[in-house]
């Protein structure tokens, strides 16, 4: 089993900024892809970054530019950092993993951006 744990949420003024980690432990042979999603009230949940092994990476538009993904393989550990946060980038943030051909979500962290 594989367990992934996310942290640095929290409520920031609009223009913050905030980095996010999701750390994954467990039986973990190898892991593909890392990535972040999130899910805004009444919204469907969207994808806002992802890396892959080869540190290849793709963001949503709207993040295009704020965000940046990394990842520390030795630390099986996905960093998220958001600047020039807006207001509609509230959201609870969840990591996702593709670990030994199954995928794997953490419980979440929310961001709430204040105007």
């Known amino acids: 089993q594989v367990q992934l744990v996310e942290s640095g949420g929290g409520l920031v003024q609009a223009g913050g900024s905030l980095r996010l980690s999701c750390a994954a432990s467990?039986?973990?042979?190898?892991?593909?892809?890392m990535g972040w999603y999130r899910q805004a009230p009444g919204k469907q949940r969207e994808l806002v970054a992802r890396?892959?092994?080869?540190?290849?990476?793709n963001y949503a538009d709207s993040v295009k530019g704020r965000f940046a993904i990394s990842r520390d393989n030795a630390k099986n550990t996905v960093y998220l950092q958001t600047n020039s946060l807006k207001p509609e980038d509230t959201a609870v943030y969840y990591c996702?993993?593709?670990?030994?051909?199954?995928?794997?979500w953490g419980k979440g962290a929310l961001v709430t951006v204040s105007s």
């Open positions: 890396i892959s092994s080869d540190a290849s990476t």
């Open positions: 996702t993993a593709l670990v030994d051909g199954r995928r794997y």
């Open positions: 467990g039986s973990i042979v190898s892991i593909y892809s």
